[in-house]
């Protein structure tokens, strides 16, 4: 993955990935391919966050109702 230089005496760099990078860096796959943003990233770690919308396909079946995601 590409390195961002901060600017100089500004915040450091944020450098957006392309799906195709995300999944060379994951094993993961749509539609299991929960990512929305990688903060970190080395050769033996990711962590990455991804915010469910109330219409993700998972939250329909259970209790149609009430739409939670088990943790």
Not at 24 to 53: K, S, Y
Request: glycine share 12%.
């Amino acid at each position: 993955m590409a390195q961002c230089v901060p600017c100089k005496g500004g915040p450091p760099c944020v450098r957006l990935l392309i799906m195709s990078e995300i999944e060379q860096l994951i094993p993961h796959r749509a539609p299991f391919l929960f990512v929305d943003r990688i903060a970190a990233a080395d050769e033996g770690h990711i962590t990455a966050a991804h915010v469910f919308g109330g219409g993700a396909f998972f939250l329909r079946g259970s209790s149609p109702r009430i739409r939670w995601c088990r943790g």
